[in-house]
């Protein structure tokens, strides 16, 4: 058994099994072409799927903002740092997603811990996939719920763990858009068995919003189902809205019991006010430039078709998110080390990430890409990892 501490032997170890993660520096704004650590690469690993963190009418709104309002929020939301374009950002979101209300938090980590802990407690049960985000999974065991994970997307194997006699409240909680794997969650299904069961169903779209759906609302609009009891949606706004923060929307009481309760929302300080106006900017593009996410989706499927062709290996995927998985972790460092060397940029992603077993290269496409940077890609692709 360890009785002290030994942080540089941990370290080792978790080097020597290809799991050391090291950052990398970027010298430049996100977009299609950026510079990591001195050297010049298309980046195909960012989640700015619209290509709007730096786009000039958000960049230019956040410095207006900061112009009027300074940089901090200068206190938490019930104190005194709640202000117009926070209020503003939160009834244009609600209005968007069609919801009675929504509710911003500083951090998606912070919106799914405060959430589930909000509703359920010590006593209740909580439904989990076992692909879901991290910080739905650390709520869940924050929490003290009973916590089921059923295999990912098993409905059969969820309903048979729901019909087990009730052990208090029920709370589903599920990616919408997985975001290792960019497959979507069956919402559907999801609804109707919360529904049936009495529970609450809290739907995860980090990936969706913004990108999925005609209007960009996400996955629920992609997957034409709408609003409202038992769905809870929390969304980010670091992903496709290329800001920073996330929300969560729901019907008015919800959204109440959230202000009185989430301790992620009532004891941390507001977003700066800038990012809030930069956000409501990305949401007017996201609403307005519909030509944005048909750019998107023509790169994916130049993706796709081109991958399908070289035969290589990609998950079936129809969102922004094409991960191809390689296995084993010091092959995916490889590949990743490799594409480097032909000018891309693309993050090796490995346990505890992913299951073990099954590291990859997350690719993500975004608006911004050229048909021939995805061309390219492939190309360099089919060299790196072409063979099995
Ligand atoms: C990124 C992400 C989060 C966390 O959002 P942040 O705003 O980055 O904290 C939550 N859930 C999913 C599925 C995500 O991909």
């Known amino acids: 058994m360890t009785t002290h501490f030994d942080f540089p032997k941990a370290l080792l170890e978790r080097e020597s099994r290809q799991l050391y993660r090291r950052r990398r520096v970027l010298e430049t704004a996100q977009g299609a072409e950026v510079v990591v650590d001195g050297h010049a690469c298309v980046a195909f690993c960012s989640n700015d799927y619209l290509g709007l963190a730096n786009h000039p009418q958000v960049v230019t709104a956040f410095q207006n903002t900061a112009n009027q309002y ?5 206190a938490s939301h019930l104190i005194s740092g709640h202000m117009s374009p926070h209020h503003a950002l939160e009834e244009e979101l609600a209005d968007f997603v069609g919801t009675e209300r929504a509710l911003l938090f500083s951090t998606g980590y912070m919106a799914n811990l405060g959430v589930i802990n909000a509703v359920v407690g010590r006593g209740d049960e909580i439904f989990a996939d076992k692909l879901n985000h991290a910080s739905l999974l650390d709520g869940a065991l924050l929490s003290a719920a009973r916590l089921w994970r059923y295999p990912h997307g098993d409905m059969d194997a ?10 208090g409240r029920r709370l589903l909680c599920s990616d919408g858009v997985f975001s290792m794997d960019g497959d979507l969650a069956p919402i559907d299904v999801l609804a109707t068995l919360a529904a049936k069961n009495k529970a609450r169903l809290l739907i995860d779209d980090a990936h969706g919003f ?5 209007q960009g609302r996400g996955s629920l609009e992609q997957l034409g189902l709408s609003q409202g009891p038992p769905l809870i949606l929390m969304a980010t706004l670091g992903k496709a809205l290329g800001c920073f923060g996330a929300f969560v929307a729901a019907e008015e009481a919800l959204i109440e019991t959230l202000i009185q309760l ?21 949401l ?7 030509a944005r996410r048909e750019q998107l989706w023509v790169l994916v499927q130049r993706f796709r078709h081109g991958s399908a062709e070289l035969g290589l290996n990609v998950t ?3 969102t922004p998110i094409q991960p191809l998985v ?5 092959r995916v460092l490889d590949a990743s080390a490799a594409l480097e060397q032909r000018g891309f940029f693309v993050t090796a992603i490995r346990p505890p990430t992913v299951p073990v077993g099954s590291a990859r290269l997350r690719i993500t496409l975004s608006a911004v890409h050229t048909p021939e940077q995805v061309d390219r890609l492939l190309e ?4 790196v990892c072409g063979h099995g």
């Open 70 to 74: 300074g940089v901090g929020a200068g």
């Open 158 to 167: 969820l309903e048979r763990l729901l019909s087990r006699p009730l052990g």
């Open 210 to 214: 913004g990108v999925l759906g005609e």
């Open 262 to 282: 989430a301790r992620t929302y009532v004891y941390t300080t507001a977003l700066p006010p800038a990012v809030a106006e930069a956000a409501r900017a990305s």
């Open 284 to 290: 007017r593009l996201v609403r307005q430039d519909a």
């Open 316 to 318: 079936p995927s129809t």
């Open 326 to 330: 390689l296995g084993d972790s010091q």
């Open 380 to 383: 360099a692709l089919a060299e």
